[in-house]
């Protein structure tokens, strides 16, 4: 196999990878928990998106008297949380790998 056929294959895979990072990140995956009273929702990449609850999940005995601002305003809360957690941990990430791999050096996923 030639030079020009190899950077042609290892363009066509680079390409292929772009989009499953695309696709991934298109992708919303859901978990539930408690019957269906706390919904999570992450993209493909595992990067939290969301998450939904239900007056059940804050009151299982008497749900009736929490009102719908509060479920979305506790839903806003933990969203904005887990968004501040991961920024941080995806920054203590990069970090990290800066040291130990080499400048210049972009591993897919990783950065």
Known sequence: MNLANMMKQAQQVQKR???AQKDLA???????AGNGSVTAICDGHGKFKS??????????????????ETVEMLEDLITSA?????AQANTLMQNKMKGIVPAGINIPGLF
């Open 26 to 32: 298109a992708t919303d995956v859901t978990g539930t």
């Open 82 to 86: 887990m968004n501040q957690a991961t």
């Open 51 to 68: 998450i939904k609850l239900t007056k059940e999940a804050l009151n299982p005995e008497n749900p009736s008297p929490v009102d719908d």
């Open 17 to 19: 990878l772009q989009d």
